[in-house]
């Protein structure tokens, strides 16, 4: 009898521990691997969900067991009979899931550190996060865009902060994630591995527009980046081009409508037909003044039924006067 118990304890230990490994290597439930980081995290979630995976069958297996073994048969109207316990069957039970945690808790932290040591040549990207659009800024080249371009193969050092309020930067294809807090910069150690464009989102509910923070990271080849960087730096000479360029750069699109564009922002009022009706908004203030204001000084000339304090008071800061220019022609060519 002992050793035919001995015998399906381990046919038993095998299958379940069968199980755990066929869940962990197989079964995916994670978006494409597009950075060394997601490599590694990837390979603890696998980790974690095949041990889970025998933990699971263990207990509810026990409990199926007890509820069919031990369940009162029928005209049994008896108390059952009193148990004090079994001390060895409570030492394995606390010394199996002390050790479980113990190891878990080393792997994790040895995945950790590798995912969060900086490289050699990393490349800096400054992200700040507002309501609702994201800008990266990058120190090297004194460049800001509002898509973020990365080299493939090359760390990257991202510095995350908050214009308003408290925002969280998301890129699911490369399993980083990091709060933006105003006042604060906290830091996100990279490297991407798979050229393609992968999309960014805020993690942190931020207001009504919070749903349409939506970025991409694009990650390509080393000379493709230096094209992009010298293409970014060149304003178009077509007035027209020029004007939906800097209306895409400072991300405006994620709060107006704008047909001209593509932009299908509600957050703020839609900009389709501004320059007929701008002149007509403020009495005293023409066309041109009206946007110049509405750009410099937003919260004194809110549109009535829209939100004061959305708009970046400092836009007109980050504004070059001729960029400035360039965007209040375009828009009153509206």
Same mark, same amino acid.
């Given at each position: 009898?002992?050793?035919? /118990?001995? %015998?399906?304890? #381990?046919?038993?230990?095998?299958?379940?521990?069968?199980?755990?490994?066929?869940?962990?290597?197989?079964? =995916?439930?994670?978006?494409? *691997?597009?950075?060394?980081?997601? $490599?590694?995290?990837?390979?603890?979630?696998?980790?974690?969900?095949?041990?889970?995976?025998? &933990? %699971?069958?263990?207990?509810?297996?026990?409990?199926?067991?007890?509820?069919?073994? @031990?369940?009162?048969?029928?005209?049994? +109207?008896?108390?059952?009979?009193?148990?004090?316990?079994? /001390?060895?069957?409570?030492?394995?039970?606390?010394?199996?899931?002390?050790?479980?945690?113990?190891?878990?808790?080393?792997?994790?932290?040895?995945?950790? /550190?590798?995912?969060?040591?900086?490289?050699?040549?990393?490349?800096?990207?400054?992200?700040?996060?507002?309501?609702?659009?994201?800008? %990266?800024?990058?120190?090297?080249?004194?460049?800001?865009?509002? +898509?973020?371009?990365?080299?493939?193969?090359?760390?990257?050092?991202?510095?995350?902060?908050?214009?308003?309020?408290?925002?969280?930067?998301?890129?699911?294809? %490369?399993?980083?994630?990091?709060?933006?807090?105003?006042?604060?910069?906290?830091?996100? $150690? &990279?490297?991407?591995? /798979?050229?393609?464009?992968?999309?960014?989102?805020?993690?942190?509910?931020?207001? @009504?527009?919070?749903?349409?923070?939506?970025?991409?990271?694009?990650?390509?080849?080393?000379?493709? @980046?230096?094209?992009?960087?010298?293409?970014?730096?060149?304003?178009?000479? =077509?007035?027209?081009?020029?004007?939906?360029?800097? @209306?895409?750069?400072?991300?405006?699109?994620?709060?107006?409508?704008?047909?001209? #564009?593509?932009?299908?922002?509600?957050?703020?009022?839609?900009?389709?037909? &501004?320059?007929?009706?701008?002149?007509?908004? $403020?009495?005293?203030? =023409?066309?041109?003044?009206?946007?110049?204001?509405?750009?410099?000084?937003?919260?004194?000339?809110?549109?009535?039924?829209? *939100? =004061?304090?959305?708009?970046?008071?400092?836009?007109?800061?980050?504004?070059?006067?001729?960029?400035?220019?360039?965007?209040?022609?375009?828009?009153?060519?509206?």
């Amino acid at each position: 009898m002992r050793e035919r /118990t001995v %015998f399906a304890l #381990t046919v038993l230990t095998l299958v379940l521990l069968a199980a755990g490994y066929w869940v962990g290597s197989s079964v =995916d439930l994670m978006p494409f *691997q597009a950075s060394t980081r997601s $490599v590694l995290v990837d390979g603890l979630f696998r980790i974690l969900l095949g041990v889970a995976t025998v &933990i %699971f069958l263990i207990v509810e297996g026990a409990l199926v067991y007890a509820v069919l073994r @031990f369940r009162r048969r029928a005209g049994d +109207e008896s108390d059952a009979a009193p148990v004090h316990g079994h /001390t060895g069957l409570e030492v394995v039970w606390t010394l199996i899931p002390a050790v479980l945690v113990t190891g878990i808790s080393v792997y994790s932290f040895m995945v950790l /550190t590798d995912i969060e040591r900086p490289g050699d040549d990393a490349l800096v990207v400054e992200v700040t996060a507002r309501q609702f659009s994201w800008e %990266f800024y990058y120190p090297d080249y004194e460049l800001t865009a509002a +898509e973020v371009h990365l080299p493939v193969n090359r760390p990257v050092r991202f510095l995350i902060s908050s214009g308003d309020v408290i925002h969280s930067f998301w890129v699911p294809a %490369f399993r980083a994630k990091r709060d933006a807090t105003p006042g604060q910069v906290a830091e996100l $150690v &990279i490297e991407p591995q /798979t050229i393609g464009r992968y999309p960014v989102r805020c993690a942190e509910l931020c207001g @009504f527009g919070h749903a349409g923070m939506i970025t991409e990271v694009v990650v390509e080849t080393d000379p493709d @980046f230096r094209s992009w960087i010298a293409g970014q730096r060149a304003i178009p000479s =077509d007035p027209i081009e020029a004007g939906r360029f800097l @209306f895409g750069r400072y991300g405006c699109g994620a709060c107006h409508t704008l047909t001209d #564009t593509g932009a299908t922002g509600v957050v703020g009022p839609s900009l389709d037909g &501004i320059g007929e009706r701008a002149a007509t908004r $403020v009495a005293g203030l =023409d066309a041109e003044g009206y946007m110049r204001e509405s750009i410099l000084r937003p919260s004194a000339l809110v549109v009535a039924g829209f *939100q =004061d304090g959305l708009m970046p008071p400092n836009l007109g800061e980050r504004l070059s006067q001729q960029e400035l220019d360039i965007l209040v022609k375009y828009l009153l060519g509206q």
